[in-house]
């Protein structure tokens, strides 16, 4: 996913390598000529699912044409790990809304990911497998909804964590992109 536009790219990795102390890595990756072209140049981020253990990884990188069909990522960043999880989260203050049975009202999130919600609950706490719709406030002002079912409420924390069951595909993007940018942006101690 170029850093600069919401297109998503599937590619195959051919080649990994790294430095003998880690820091240095490249990687070739197989991609049609016209995306080739065009993320020539570009920071990206790149998502790999790891085969031995099942964990997803997330990266930032420089993507540079290394042949027509390859490209290669240079100054590769690991930004997120996740050994548990279907998708990479970020912790990050949003503003945001829950409805639900016997419960309408704004909150905050506390983390955030493509596949659901941590929010921060007031005093009405919804119940664990209660179908619900939150929406969302990402970077500049875009409004993001879904519909969601309560996995967990932690009532000692004052924490709800929603699990999105249906959201339109441009309001994941969003998401998965403000996501990406909060994992950037703190691996650069910001």
């Known amino acids: 996913m170029p850093t600069g536009s ?7 990795v051919r080649s990994w390598t790294s430095s003998a102390s880690g820091l240095v890595v490249t990687s070739q990756v197989g991609m049609p000529p016209a995306i080739v072209e065009a993320l020539d140049g570009q920071r990206v981020w790149a998502s790999a699912r790891m085969e031995e253990d099942g964990s997803l990884a997330v990266f930032q990188a420089v993507a540079q044409a290394h042949r ?14 996740e050994a548990r999880r279907g998708a990479v989260r970020a912790q990050t203050r ?18 955030i990911s493509r596949t659901g919600v ?3 609950s007031g005093d009405q706490l919804p119940a664990p497998h209660d179908k619900v719709e939150v ?3 990402l970077d500049e002002g875009v409004e993001v909804h879904a519909h969601g079912e309560v996995l967990r409420v932690d009532e000692s924390a004052g924490e ?30 910001g």
């Open 94 to 111: 949003r503003p945001a809304h829950l409805v639900g049975a016997g419960y309408d009202g704004g909150t905050t999130t506390v983390d």
């Open 6 to 12: 919401p297109d998503v790219h599937v590619g195959v």
């Open 135 to 137: 929406s969302l406030t």
């Open 118 to 120: 941590r929010l921060q």
């Open 68 to 81: 027509d069909d390859e490209l290669a990522l240079t100054g590769v960043v690991l930004l997120a790990n």
């Open 160 to 189: 709800t964590v929603v699990q999105f069951v249906d959201m339109d595909p441009a309001d994941s993007a969003a998401v998965e992109r403000t996501v990406l940018t909060e994992l950037a942006r703190k691996s650069r101690g």
